[in-house]
Protein backbone atom coordinates (compact mmCIF):
# COMPACT_ATOMS: atom_id res chain seq x y z
CA UNK A 1 0.00 0.00 0.00
CA UNK A 2 2.75 2.55 0.87
CA UNK A 3 4.81 1.37 -1.87
CA UNK A 4 2.47 2.22 -4.47
CA UNK A 5 1.38 5.63 -2.76
CA UNK A 6 5.41 6.64 -2.48
CA UNK A 7 6.17 5.14 -6.00
CA UNK A 8 2.85 6.96 -7.69
CA UNK A 9 4.87 10.80 -8.08
CA UNK A 10 7.26 8.83 -10.62
CA UNK A 11 4.66 6.85 -12.16
CA UNK A 12 3.15 10.14 -13.18
CA UNK A 13 5.60 12.08 -14.15
CA UNK A 14 7.19 9.30 -16.57
CA UNK A 15 3.83 9.29 -18.15
CA UNK A 16 4.32 12.88 -18.69
CA UNK A 17 7.13 12.14 -20.94
CA UNK A 18 6.06 9.37 -22.58
CA UNK A 19 3.37 11.28 -24.20
CA UNK A 20 5.51 14.11 -24.81
CA UNK A 21 7.94 11.44 -27.26
CA UNK A 22 7.06 8.43 -26.88
CA UNK A 23 9.31 6.85 -29.39
CA UNK A 24 12.23 7.57 -27.25
CA UNK A 25 11.02 6.55 -24.19
CA UNK A 26 11.18 3.07 -26.02
CA UNK A 27 14.75 3.26 -27.05
CA UNK A 28 17.27 4.83 -29.33
CA UNK A 29 17.67 3.42 -32.68
CA UNK A 30 20.61 2.48 -34.93
CA UNK A 31 24.15 0.87 -34.09
CA UNK A 32 25.12 0.82 -30.96
CA UNK A 33 21.66 -1.66 -29.96
CA UNK A 34 23.30 -4.06 -32.57
CA UNK A 35 27.16 -3.58 -30.88
CA UNK A 36 25.70 -4.49 -27.87
CA UNK A 37 24.21 -7.34 -28.87
CA UNK A 38 25.67 -9.32 -31.41
CA UNK A 39 29.14 -10.29 -29.66
CA UNK A 40 27.06 -12.48 -27.73
CA UNK A 41 24.27 -13.43 -29.90
CA UNK A 42 26.81 -14.69 -32.55
CA UNK A 43 28.27 -16.78 -29.65
CA UNK A 44 24.52 -17.94 -28.95
CA UNK A 45 24.14 -18.39 -32.33
CA UNK A 46 27.19 -20.49 -33.44
CA UNK A 47 27.16 -22.71 -30.16
CA UNK A 48 23.35 -22.93 -29.20
CA UNK A 49 21.45 -22.45 -32.64
CA UNK A 50 23.66 -23.58 -35.26
CA UNK A 51 23.71 -27.22 -33.47
CA UNK A 52 19.70 -27.23 -32.55
CA UNK A 53 19.57 -27.10 -36.30
CA UNK A 54 22.21 -29.37 -36.94
CA UNK A 55 20.32 -31.85 -34.75
CA UNK A 56 17.65 -31.57 -36.22
CA UNK A 57 18.82 -32.34 -39.65
CA UNK A 58 21.27 -35.72 -38.22
CA UNK A 59 17.93 -36.85 -37.09
CA UNK A 60 16.95 -37.28 -40.60
CA UNK A 61 20.03 -38.59 -41.41
CA UNK A 62 21.87 -42.11 -40.91
CA UNK A 63 24.85 -40.22 -39.56
CA UNK A 64 28.31 -41.56 -40.56
CA UNK A 65 30.96 -39.96 -38.60
CA UNK A 66 34.01 -40.78 -40.44
CA UNK A 67 35.53 -37.79 -42.67
CA UNK A 68 34.37 -38.34 -47.15
CA UNK A 69 31.82 -40.46 -46.04
CA UNK A 70 28.32 -39.33 -46.97
CA UNK A 71 25.57 -39.34 -44.34
CA UNK A 72 22.05 -40.39 -46.45
CA UNK A 73 18.76 -39.07 -45.74
CA UNK A 74 17.00 -41.93 -44.60
CA UNK A 75 13.44 -40.11 -44.04
CA UNK A 76 11.64 -40.42 -41.05
CA UNK A 77 13.28 -43.84 -40.06
CA UNK A 78 15.17 -42.78 -36.74
CA UNK A 79 11.54 -41.50 -35.58
CA UNK A 80 9.66 -44.66 -36.41
CA UNK A 81 12.86 -47.08 -34.91
CA UNK A 82 12.14 -45.03 -31.81
CA UNK A 83 8.45 -45.70 -31.34
CA UNK A 84 9.35 -49.43 -31.95
CA UNK A 85 12.13 -49.69 -29.75
CA UNK A 86 11.43 -50.95 -26.74
CA UNK A 87 14.04 -49.65 -24.36
CA UNK A 88 12.92 -45.76 -25.33
CA UNK A 89 9.36 -46.62 -24.24
CA UNK A 90 10.79 -48.33 -20.76
CA UNK A 91 12.92 -44.88 -20.40
CA UNK A 92 10.02 -42.60 -20.67
CA UNK A 93 8.19 -44.69 -18.54
CA UNK A 94 10.83 -45.04 -15.69
CA UNK A 95 11.13 -40.92 -16.19
CA UNK A 96 7.72 -40.63 -15.65
CA UNK A 97 7.83 -42.69 -12.52
CA UNK A 98 10.75 -40.38 -11.56
CA UNK A 99 8.18 -37.31 -12.35
CA UNK A 100 5.49 -38.54 -10.60
CA UNK A 101 7.98 -39.71 -7.38
CA UNK A 102 9.74 -37.01 -6.68
CA UNK A 103 7.68 -33.87 -7.97
CA UNK A 104 4.50 -33.59 -5.55
CA UNK A 105 6.62 -34.31 -2.59
CA UNK A 106 9.57 -31.59 -3.67
CA UNK A 107 6.71 -29.26 -3.87
CA UNK A 108 4.65 -29.94 -0.56
CA UNK A 109 7.47 -30.67 1.95
CA UNK A 110 9.04 -27.17 -0.12
CA UNK A 111 5.62 -25.18 0.95
CA UNK A 112 5.71 -26.67 3.90
CA UNK A 113 9.30 -25.59 5.16
CA UNK A 114 8.87 -22.26 3.28
CA UNK A 115 5.12 -21.65 5.48
CA UNK A 116 7.50 -22.84 8.48
CA UNK A 117 10.02 -20.42 7.93
CA UNK A 118 8.25 -17.43 6.19
CA UNK A 119 8.04 -15.24 9.46
CA UNK A 120 10.50 -14.25 11.85
CA UNK A 121 12.02 -16.69 14.69
CA UNK A 122 15.91 -17.68 15.71
CA UNK A 123 17.60 -19.20 13.92
CA UNK A 124 15.39 -18.80 10.88
CA UNK A 125 18.77 -17.63 8.50
CA UNK A 126 20.48 -21.10 9.67
CA UNK A 127 17.68 -23.35 8.44
CA UNK A 128 17.48 -21.51 4.97
CA UNK A 129 21.23 -21.97 4.65
CA UNK A 130 21.04 -25.78 5.93
CA UNK A 131 17.84 -26.79 3.66
CA UNK A 132 19.41 -25.22 0.66
CA UNK A 133 22.89 -26.79 0.50
CA UNK A 134 21.88 -30.43 -0.89
CA UNK A 135 20.46 -27.94 -3.91
CA UNK A 136 24.52 -26.00 -4.70
CA UNK A 137 26.09 -29.56 -4.51
CA UNK A 138 27.67 -30.85 -7.52
CA UNK A 139 24.96 -33.83 -8.80
CA UNK A 140 28.27 -35.87 -9.05
CA UNK A 141 28.87 -35.94 -5.37
CA UNK A 142 25.76 -36.51 -4.07
CA UNK A 143 24.67 -39.50 -7.10
CA UNK A 144 28.27 -41.43 -5.54
CA UNK A 145 27.06 -40.24 -1.71
CA UNK A 146 23.72 -41.87 -1.77
CA UNK A 147 25.07 -45.00 -4.11
CA UNK A 148 27.00 -45.59 -1.31
CA UNK A 149 24.30 -45.05 1.03
CA UNK A 150 22.24 -47.68 -1.19
CA UNK A 151 24.82 -50.25 -1.47
CA UNK A 152 23.04 -53.45 -0.58
CA UNK A 153 25.47 -55.44 1.88
CA UNK A 154 27.24 -52.47 3.85
CA UNK A 155 25.06 -49.71 2.73
CA UNK A 156 23.78 -47.47 5.28
CA UNK A 157 19.77 -47.35 4.12
CA UNK A 158 20.05 -51.06 4.82
CA UNK A 159 21.45 -50.64 8.06
CA UNK A 160 18.63 -48.67 9.18
CA UNK A 161 16.04 -50.44 7.80
CA UNK A 162 17.11 -54.06 9.00
CA UNK A 163 17.73 -52.54 12.46
CA UNK A 164 14.46 -50.54 12.97
CA UNK A 165 13.13 -54.35 11.72
CA UNK A 166 10.98 -52.67 8.43
CA UNK A 167 12.97 -55.40 6.22
CA UNK A 168 14.53 -58.98 7.45
CA UNK A 169 17.38 -59.21 4.95
CA UNK A 170 19.36 -56.64 2.92
CA UNK A 171 17.38 -55.31 -0.30
CA UNK A 172 19.53 -54.89 -3.53
CA UNK A 173 18.38 -51.24 -4.07
CA UNK A 174 20.62 -50.81 -6.99
CA UNK A 175 20.46 -53.70 -8.52
CA UNK A 176 16.23 -54.25 -9.69
CA UNK A 177 14.47 -51.67 -11.36
CA UNK A 178 11.53 -50.14 -9.72
CA UNK A 179 13.69 -49.96 -6.43
CA UNK A 180 16.43 -48.16 -8.00
CA UNK A 181 14.18 -45.87 -9.67
CA UNK A 182 13.18 -45.64 -5.92
CA UNK A 183 16.42 -44.32 -4.37
CA UNK A 184 17.06 -42.13 -7.43
CA UNK A 185 13.93 -40.07 -6.98
CA UNK A 186 14.58 -40.51 -2.94
CA UNK A 187 17.95 -38.27 -3.90
CA UNK A 188 15.82 -36.27 -6.32
CA UNK A 189 13.48 -35.46 -3.38
CA UNK A 190 16.33 -34.65 -0.80
CA UNK A 191 18.19 -32.55 -3.75
CA UNK A 192 15.24 -30.37 -4.82
CA UNK A 193 13.62 -29.49 -2.06
CA UNK A 194 15.60 -26.62 -0.71
CA UNK A 195 15.09 -25.07 -3.81
CA UNK A 196 11.33 -25.16 -4.33
CA UNK A 197 11.47 -23.77 -0.70
CA UNK A 198 13.76 -20.90 -1.64
CA UNK A 199 11.21 -19.86 -4.29
CA UNK A 200 8.23 -20.14 -2.55
CA UNK A 201 9.53 -18.27 0.27
CA UNK A 202 10.51 -15.65 -2.26
CA UNK A 203 7.13 -15.29 -3.56
CA UNK A 204 5.85 -15.73 0.50
CA UNK A 205 7.19 -12.70 1.09
CA UNK A 206 4.43 -10.81 -1.52
CA UNK A 207 1.41 -12.26 0.83
CA UNK A 208 -0.10 -9.09 1.95
CA UNK A 209 0.25 -9.07 6.46
CA UNK A 210 -3.13 -6.70 6.28
CA UNK A 211 -5.17 -9.20 4.26
CA UNK A 212 -3.60 -11.86 6.55
CA UNK A 213 -5.23 -9.61 9.62
CA UNK A 214 -8.19 -8.88 8.31
CA UNK A 215 -8.85 -12.45 7.48
CA UNK A 216 -8.26 -13.46 11.12
CA UNK A 217 -10.21 -10.62 12.52
CA UNK A 218 -13.02 -11.82 10.14
CA UNK A 219 -12.87 -15.70 12.32
CA UNK A 220 -11.04 -17.42 9.73
CA UNK A 221 -8.71 -19.88 11.36
CA UNK A 222 -5.17 -20.85 10.04
CA UNK A 223 -6.39 -23.46 7.51
CA UNK A 224 -8.79 -21.05 5.60
CA UNK A 225 -6.65 -18.03 6.05
CA UNK A 226 -3.99 -20.31 3.98
CA UNK A 227 -6.21 -21.12 1.69
CA UNK A 228 -8.05 -17.97 0.96
CA UNK A 229 -5.19 -15.37 1.47
CA UNK A 230 -2.00 -17.43 1.09
CA UNK A 231 -2.93 -20.04 -1.50
CA UNK A 232 -4.10 -17.00 -4.14
CA UNK A 233 -1.50 -15.21 -4.05
CA UNK A 234 1.06 -18.19 -4.50
CA UNK A 235 -0.76 -20.10 -7.37
CA UNK A 236 1.29 -18.95 -10.27
CA UNK A 237 4.91 -19.83 -8.38
CA UNK A 238 3.54 -22.98 -7.60
CA UNK A 239 2.69 -23.49 -11.53
CA UNK A 240 6.04 -22.10 -12.43
CA UNK A 241 7.75 -24.56 -9.94
CA UNK A 242 5.68 -27.42 -10.81
CA UNK A 243 6.38 -27.24 -14.92
CA UNK A 244 9.98 -26.77 -13.89
CA UNK A 245 10.20 -29.21 -11.28
CA UNK A 246 8.46 -31.66 -13.83
CA UNK A 247 10.68 -29.97 -16.91
CA UNK A 248 13.81 -31.19 -15.00
CA UNK A 249 12.67 -34.28 -13.91
CA UNK A 250 12.34 -35.62 -17.69
CA UNK A 251 15.56 -34.33 -17.90
CA UNK A 252 17.23 -36.50 -15.37
CA UNK A 253 21.16 -37.53 -16.30
CA UNK A 254 23.88 -37.44 -13.68
CA UNK A 255 22.41 -39.51 -10.77
CA UNK A 256 21.26 -42.52 -12.98
CA UNK A 257 24.28 -42.63 -14.67
CA UNK A 258 26.40 -42.64 -11.76
CA UNK A 259 24.17 -44.65 -9.20
CA UNK A 260 22.75 -47.59 -11.88
CA UNK A 261 24.58 -46.58 -15.66
CA UNK A 262 20.99 -47.26 -16.61
CA UNK A 263 21.47 -50.41 -15.85
CA UNK A 264 21.13 -53.80 -15.19
CA UNK A 265 20.42 -54.73 -18.72
CA UNK A 266 18.78 -51.37 -19.56
CA UNK A 267 15.87 -51.43 -16.81
CA UNK A 268 17.06 -48.48 -15.53
CA UNK A 269 17.67 -46.19 -18.55
CA UNK A 270 15.60 -42.95 -18.89
CA UNK A 271 15.64 -40.75 -22.22
CA UNK A 272 18.92 -38.51 -21.45
CA UNK A 273 21.31 -41.81 -20.49
CA UNK A 274 19.53 -43.57 -23.62
CA UNK A 275 20.56 -40.81 -25.61
CA UNK A 276 24.32 -40.36 -24.31
CA UNK A 277 24.18 -44.18 -24.63
CA UNK A 278 22.87 -44.34 -28.22
CA UNK A 279 25.33 -41.09 -29.23
CA UNK A 280 28.84 -42.19 -27.48
CA UNK A 281 28.91 -45.69 -26.84
CA UNK A 282 27.45 -46.89 -30.13
CA UNK A 283 28.29 -43.81 -32.44
CA UNK A 284 24.85 -43.80 -33.79
CA UNK A 285 24.39 -39.84 -33.91
CA UNK A 286 21.35 -39.77 -36.33
CA UNK A 287 19.69 -41.95 -33.50
CA UNK A 288 20.63 -40.19 -30.80
CA UNK A 289 19.60 -36.95 -32.48
CA UNK A 290 16.03 -37.72 -33.33
CA UNK A 291 15.71 -39.23 -29.90
CA UNK A 292 16.77 -35.89 -28.17
CA UNK A 293 14.03 -33.83 -30.52
CA UNK A 294 11.26 -36.54 -29.48
CA UNK A 295 12.06 -35.95 -25.87
CA UNK A 296 12.39 -32.13 -26.59
CA UNK A 297 8.84 -32.79 -28.47
CA UNK A 298 7.36 -34.07 -25.37
CA UNK A 299 8.92 -31.66 -22.50
CA UNK A 300 7.59 -29.09 -24.79
CA UNK A 301 3.81 -30.38 -25.07
CA UNK A 302 3.98 -31.77 -21.03
CA UNK A 303 4.77 -28.21 -20.25
CA UNK A 304 2.01 -26.39 -22.26
CA UNK A 305 -0.99 -28.97 -21.12
CA UNK A 306 -0.07 -27.90 -17.54
CA UNK A 307 -0.06 -24.64 -18.50
CA UNK A 308 -3.02 -25.16 -19.70
CA UNK A 309 -4.44 -26.84 -17.10
CA UNK A 310 -3.64 -23.92 -14.68
CA UNK A 311 -4.96 -21.23 -16.75
CA UNK A 312 -8.35 -23.73 -16.76
CA UNK A 313 -8.56 -23.27 -12.97
CA UNK A 314 -7.56 -20.26 -12.73
CA UNK A 315 -10.67 -19.12 -14.71
CA UNK A 316 -12.33 -21.99 -12.83
CA UNK A 317 -11.82 -20.19 -9.55
CA UNK A 318 -12.55 -16.50 -10.14
CA UNK B 1 -7.90 -15.32 26.23
CA UNK B 2 -4.64 -13.53 25.36
CA UNK B 3 -3.14 -15.95 27.73
CA UNK B 4 -4.80 -19.04 25.43
CA UNK B 5 -3.11 -17.30 22.48
CA UNK B 6 0.10 -17.03 23.57
CA UNK B 7 -0.16 -21.19 24.87
CA UNK B 8 -1.21 -21.93 21.24
CA UNK B 9 1.59 -19.59 19.69
CA UNK B 10 4.45 -21.36 21.98
CA UNK B 11 3.05 -25.05 21.49
CA UNK B 12 3.15 -23.84 17.43
CA UNK B 13 6.64 -22.56 17.46
CA UNK B 14 7.84 -25.56 19.26
CA UNK B 15 6.42 -27.93 16.83
CA UNK B 16 7.50 -25.95 14.14
CA UNK B 17 11.03 -26.50 15.19
CA UNK B 18 10.67 -30.45 16.24
CA UNK B 19 9.25 -30.83 12.30
CA UNK B 20 12.20 -28.33 10.55
CA UNK B 21 15.09 -30.13 13.36
CA UNK B 22 13.29 -33.71 11.81
CA UNK B 23 14.08 -32.18 8.20
CA UNK B 24 18.10 -30.72 9.27
CA UNK B 25 18.75 -34.89 10.45
CA UNK B 26 17.12 -36.13 7.14
CA UNK B 27 19.30 -33.18 5.20
CA UNK B 28 22.29 -33.43 7.20
CA UNK B 29 23.00 -37.42 7.54
CA UNK B 30 23.92 -38.17 3.97
CA UNK B 31 26.40 -35.18 4.44
CA UNK B 32 27.98 -36.21 7.61
CA UNK B 33 29.08 -39.57 6.51
CA UNK B 34 30.35 -38.06 3.48
CA UNK B 35 32.47 -36.13 5.85
CA UNK B 36 32.79 -38.69 8.18
CA UNK B 37 34.01 -41.57 5.69
CA UNK B 38 36.53 -39.39 3.77
CA UNK B 39 38.45 -39.11 7.93
CA UNK B 40 38.67 -42.64 8.03
CA UNK B 41 41.58 -44.78 7.90
CA UNK B 42 41.56 -47.79 5.52
CA UNK B 43 40.96 -50.62 7.81
CA UNK B 44 38.32 -48.80 9.72
CA UNK B 45 36.03 -48.58 6.10
CA UNK B 46 35.03 -52.37 6.38
CA UNK B 47 33.18 -51.65 9.20
CA UNK B 48 29.56 -52.75 8.74
CA UNK B 49 27.52 -50.82 10.09
CA UNK B 50 29.52 -48.26 9.29
CA UNK B 51 29.83 -45.58 12.71
CA UNK B 52 29.43 -42.18 12.23
CA UNK B 53 31.63 -41.12 15.19
CA UNK B 54 35.13 -42.69 15.74
CA UNK B 55 38.27 -42.58 17.45
CA UNK B 56 41.66 -41.54 15.39
CA UNK B 57 40.34 -39.59 12.40
CA UNK B 58 42.54 -39.19 10.05
CA UNK B 59 43.64 -36.40 6.91
CA UNK B 60 45.36 -39.32 5.25
CA UNK B 61 42.48 -39.54 2.63
CA UNK B 62 42.81 -36.11 2.07
CA UNK B 63 46.43 -35.72 1.43
CA UNK B 64 46.65 -38.87 -0.98
CA UNK B 65 43.22 -37.63 -3.15
CA UNK B 66 45.10 -34.25 -3.19
CA UNK B 67 48.68 -35.30 -4.17
CA UNK B 68 49.08 -38.54 -5.80
CA UNK B 69 45.11 -38.76 -7.30
CA UNK B 70 45.67 -35.55 -9.02
CA UNK B 71 42.64 -33.66 -7.08
CA UNK B 72 44.88 -30.70 -6.78
CA UNK B 73 45.13 -30.43 -10.49
CA UNK B 74 41.43 -30.86 -10.92
CA UNK B 75 40.57 -28.80 -8.37
CA UNK B 76 42.70 -25.96 -10.06
CA UNK B 77 41.28 -26.86 -13.59
CA UNK B 78 37.92 -26.46 -12.43
CA UNK B 79 38.30 -23.20 -10.49
CA UNK B 80 39.90 -21.80 -13.81
CA UNK B 81 37.11 -22.74 -16.27
CA UNK B 82 34.48 -21.58 -14.04
CA UNK B 83 36.24 -18.11 -13.30
CA UNK B 84 36.94 -17.69 -16.89
CA UNK B 85 33.34 -18.65 -17.83
CA UNK B 86 31.22 -16.28 -15.54
CA UNK B 87 34.05 -13.19 -16.45
CA UNK B 88 32.96 -14.00 -20.11
CA UNK B 89 29.52 -14.87 -19.53
CA UNK B 90 29.05 -11.54 -17.09
CA UNK B 91 30.66 -9.81 -20.17
CA UNK B 92 28.48 -10.92 -23.04
CA UNK B 93 25.15 -11.11 -21.23
CA UNK B 94 25.26 -7.64 -19.48
CA UNK B 95 26.08 -6.26 -22.95
CA UNK B 96 23.06 -8.20 -24.66
CA UNK B 97 20.73 -7.30 -21.75
CA UNK B 98 21.40 -3.23 -22.29
CA UNK B 99 21.28 -3.63 -26.20
CA UNK B 100 17.94 -5.49 -25.57
CA UNK B 101 17.02 -2.84 -22.42
CA UNK B 102 18.01 0.61 -24.23
CA UNK B 103 18.12 0.51 -28.02
CA UNK B 104 15.66 0.19 -30.44
CA UNK B 105 17.11 -1.64 -33.84
CA UNK B 106 14.98 -4.25 -36.69
CA UNK B 107 15.07 -7.45 -35.47
CA UNK B 108 15.65 -6.73 -31.89
CA UNK B 109 12.53 -8.85 -30.88
CA UNK B 110 12.99 -11.37 -33.28
CA UNK B 111 16.41 -11.92 -31.88
CA UNK B 112 15.19 -12.10 -28.28
CA UNK B 113 11.98 -14.45 -28.49
CA UNK B 114 14.62 -17.09 -30.34
CA UNK B 115 17.08 -16.02 -27.11
CA UNK B 116 14.36 -16.84 -24.47
CA UNK B 117 13.16 -20.13 -27.00
CA UNK B 118 16.72 -21.51 -27.02
CA UNK B 119 16.33 -21.57 -23.15
CA UNK B 120 13.72 -24.65 -23.04
CA UNK B 121 16.46 -26.68 -25.62
CA UNK B 122 17.44 -29.54 -23.19
CA UNK B 123 21.41 -29.72 -23.11
CA UNK B 124 21.48 -33.07 -24.04
CA UNK B 125 19.69 -32.30 -27.83
CA UNK B 126 23.07 -30.35 -28.38
CA UNK B 127 25.53 -32.40 -26.78
CA UNK B 128 26.34 -34.68 -30.29
CA UNK B 129 26.11 -31.65 -33.05
CA UNK B 130 27.97 -29.57 -30.36
CA UNK B 131 30.90 -32.38 -30.18
CA UNK B 132 30.92 -32.44 -33.82
CA UNK B 133 31.40 -28.45 -33.78
CA UNK B 134 34.03 -29.22 -31.58
CA UNK B 135 35.85 -31.67 -33.01
CA UNK B 136 36.05 -28.85 -36.35
CA UNK B 137 37.24 -26.06 -34.23
CA UNK B 138 39.56 -28.58 -32.43
CA UNK B 139 38.26 -27.91 -28.92
CA UNK B 140 37.80 -31.06 -28.10
CA UNK B 141 39.93 -32.42 -25.16
CA UNK B 142 40.68 -28.99 -24.09
CA UNK B 143 39.99 -26.86 -20.82
CA UNK B 144 40.02 -23.33 -22.94
CA UNK B 145 38.23 -25.06 -25.18
CA UNK B 146 35.41 -25.71 -22.73
CA UNK B 147 34.68 -22.02 -22.19
CA UNK B 148 32.75 -21.32 -25.39
CA UNK B 149 30.46 -24.14 -24.81
CA UNK B 150 29.74 -22.90 -21.08
CA UNK B 151 29.43 -19.39 -21.93
CA UNK B 152 27.26 -20.02 -24.76
CA UNK B 153 24.88 -22.35 -22.57
CA UNK B 154 24.48 -19.08 -19.70
CA UNK B 155 24.05 -16.85 -22.14
CA UNK B 156 20.17 -16.49 -22.33
CA UNK B 157 19.65 -17.17 -18.94
CA UNK B 158 21.42 -14.46 -18.21
CA UNK B 159 21.01 -11.55 -20.75
CA UNK B 160 16.93 -12.58 -19.35
CA UNK B 161 17.71 -11.83 -16.02
CA UNK B 162 19.62 -8.66 -16.26
CA UNK B 163 17.78 -7.39 -18.97
CA UNK B 164 14.54 -7.07 -16.07
CA UNK B 165 17.10 -5.34 -14.00
CA UNK B 166 18.14 -2.94 -16.58
CA UNK B 167 14.65 -2.21 -17.64
CA UNK B 168 13.92 -1.12 -14.26
CA UNK B 169 16.69 1.60 -14.11
CA UNK B 170 15.08 4.77 -14.51
CA UNK B 171 16.09 6.23 -18.10
CA UNK B 172 16.30 10.01 -16.82
CA UNK B 173 19.60 8.58 -15.62
CA UNK B 174 20.86 7.79 -18.94
CA UNK B 175 19.84 10.70 -20.49
CA UNK B 176 21.33 12.77 -17.82
CA UNK B 177 24.40 11.76 -18.78
CA UNK B 178 24.17 11.71 -22.26
CA UNK B 179 23.10 15.51 -22.17
CA UNK B 180 26.79 15.74 -20.36
CA UNK B 181 28.35 13.90 -23.26
CA UNK B 182 28.68 10.27 -22.31
CA UNK B 183 28.10 7.84 -25.49
CA UNK B 184 26.57 4.27 -24.89
CA UNK B 185 29.62 2.71 -24.00
CA UNK B 186 30.67 4.70 -21.13
CA UNK B 187 26.47 4.67 -20.09
CA UNK B 188 26.73 0.69 -20.11
CA UNK B 189 29.84 0.94 -18.22
CA UNK B 190 29.62 3.58 -15.58
CA UNK B 191 26.11 3.91 -15.13
CA UNK B 192 24.04 0.51 -15.77
CA UNK B 193 26.88 -2.05 -14.64
CA UNK B 194 27.27 -0.49 -11.45
CA UNK B 195 23.69 0.00 -10.43
CA UNK B 196 23.27 -3.84 -11.45
CA UNK B 197 25.67 -4.81 -9.30
CA UNK B 198 23.77 -7.08 -6.70
CA UNK B 199 21.90 -8.60 -10.17
CA UNK B 200 25.23 -9.15 -11.63
CA UNK B 201 26.46 -10.95 -8.15
CA UNK B 202 23.62 -13.32 -8.19
CA UNK B 203 24.13 -14.23 -12.06
CA UNK B 204 28.23 -14.60 -11.29
CA UNK B 205 27.35 -16.90 -8.40
CA UNK B 206 24.85 -19.07 -10.45
CA UNK B 207 27.25 -19.31 -13.43
CA UNK B 208 30.08 -20.13 -11.79
CA UNK B 209 28.33 -22.89 -9.72
CA UNK B 210 26.71 -23.95 -13.12
CA UNK B 211 30.14 -24.69 -14.63
CA UNK B 212 32.00 -25.85 -11.48
CA UNK B 213 29.39 -28.95 -11.10
CA UNK B 214 29.07 -29.58 -14.71
CA UNK B 215 29.63 -32.73 -15.84
CA UNK B 216 27.99 -34.45 -18.61
CA UNK B 217 29.90 -31.83 -21.65
CA UNK B 218 33.45 -32.30 -20.13
CA UNK B 219 32.79 -36.02 -19.76
CA UNK B 220 32.25 -36.37 -23.33
CA UNK B 221 34.92 -33.99 -24.57
CA UNK B 222 38.04 -34.16 -21.90
CA UNK B 223 40.28 -37.15 -22.35
CA UNK B 224 43.72 -36.61 -20.79
CA UNK B 225 43.36 -36.92 -17.43
CA UNK B 226 45.60 -34.41 -16.10
CA UNK B 227 42.65 -32.44 -17.65
CA UNK B 228 40.22 -33.55 -15.91
CA UNK B 229 37.47 -30.65 -13.92
CA UNK B 230 36.74 -31.94 -10.42
CA UNK B 231 33.02 -33.49 -11.19
CA UNK B 232 34.62 -35.94 -13.73
CA UNK B 233 37.79 -36.66 -12.03
CA UNK B 234 35.43 -37.73 -8.88
CA UNK B 235 33.35 -39.45 -11.22
CA UNK B 236 35.84 -41.71 -13.49
CA UNK B 237 38.32 -42.17 -10.09
CA UNK B 238 35.32 -43.87 -8.94
CA UNK B 239 35.32 -46.25 -12.25
CA UNK B 240 38.55 -47.18 -12.23
CA UNK B 241 39.30 -47.46 -8.59
CA UNK B 242 36.12 -49.28 -7.63
CA UNK B 243 34.95 -48.54 -4.27
CA UNK B 244 37.78 -46.23 -2.79
CA UNK B 245 35.04 -44.48 -0.80
CA UNK B 246 37.25 -42.79 1.56
CA UNK B 247 39.25 -41.23 -1.52
CA UNK B 248 36.22 -40.88 -3.29
CA UNK B 249 34.79 -38.86 -0.15
CA UNK B 250 37.93 -36.86 0.77
CA UNK B 251 37.69 -35.08 -3.08
CA UNK B 252 34.12 -34.66 -3.08
CA UNK B 253 34.78 -32.61 0.41
CA UNK B 254 37.44 -30.81 -1.27
CA UNK B 255 34.95 -30.19 -4.32
CA UNK B 256 32.06 -29.03 -1.99
CA UNK B 257 33.61 -27.05 0.37
CA UNK B 258 34.22 -23.87 -1.68
CA UNK B 259 30.81 -23.88 -2.93
CA UNK B 260 29.44 -24.09 0.36
CA UNK B 261 31.58 -21.36 1.61
CA UNK B 262 30.85 -19.05 -1.03
CA UNK B 263 26.90 -19.83 -0.77
CA UNK B 264 27.25 -18.64 2.87
CA UNK B 265 29.53 -15.81 2.43
CA UNK B 266 26.67 -14.47 -0.45
CA UNK B 267 23.29 -16.18 1.00
CA UNK B 268 21.77 -12.70 1.83
CA UNK B 269 22.71 -11.86 -2.03
CA UNK B 270 21.77 -14.56 -3.84
CA UNK B 271 18.06 -15.02 -1.71
CA UNK B 272 17.59 -11.65 -2.67
CA UNK B 273 18.61 -11.69 -6.15
CA UNK B 274 16.26 -15.10 -6.63
CA UNK B 275 13.47 -12.94 -5.17
CA UNK B 276 13.94 -10.37 -7.63
CA UNK B 277 13.27 -12.73 -10.55
CA UNK B 278 11.20 -14.71 -8.92
CA UNK B 279 8.99 -11.91 -8.89
CA UNK B 280 9.70 -10.33 -12.06
CA UNK B 281 8.72 -13.67 -14.27
Redesign the interface.
Known amino acids: MTAAVTASP ?1 IARADL ?1 STRSPGR ?13 A ?3 L ?2 G ?7 L ?2 LV ?1 SFQQYKLRKGLASPFIGWANYARAIQDPVVLRSFANSAFYVLVTVPPQLI ?1 GL ?2 AI ?2 DKA ?1 PAR ?1 F ?8 V ?7 S ?3 K ?2 FAT ?2 G ?1 FN ?1 ILT ?1 IGLVSHNVDWLGQRWTAMLAVSLLGI ?1 KGVGWSM ?2 L ?3 L ?2 VSEDLHEAAAIDGAGTWRRFLYVTLPHIRG ?1 VV ?1 ITILLV ?1 GGL ?1 V ?2 SIL ?1 MTGGGPADATQV ?2 TY ?2 KQ ?2 TFLD ?1 GY ?2 AL ?2 L ?2 FF ?2 VI ?1 LLQYGAAKLVERRSE | MIVQRRRTRSLGLASRYLILALGAVVLVTPFAFMVSVSLKGRTMLLEVPPRLFFKNPTLDNYVTAWTSNQFGQYFVNSLGVAVATTVLTLLLSSMMAYGFARFRFRGRGAMFTVLILGMSIPGMLLIVPQFLLAKDLQLLNSLPGLLPFYVGGSLAFNTFLLRAFFERIPRELDEAMEIDGAGPWRRYWNLALPLARPALATTAIFTFLGSWDEFAWALTVINDVEKRTLPIGIALFTAEHGTQWGLVFAASVIAVTPVILVYILFQRQIISGLTNGAIKS
Open positions: TVRRGRAGLPGYVFVPGFAYLVVLWPAQAMIVLLLMTFRVLFYLPITSWVVVLLFWLDDVWSWLILASAGTTMNFPLPLIYAFFGASYLAVVS
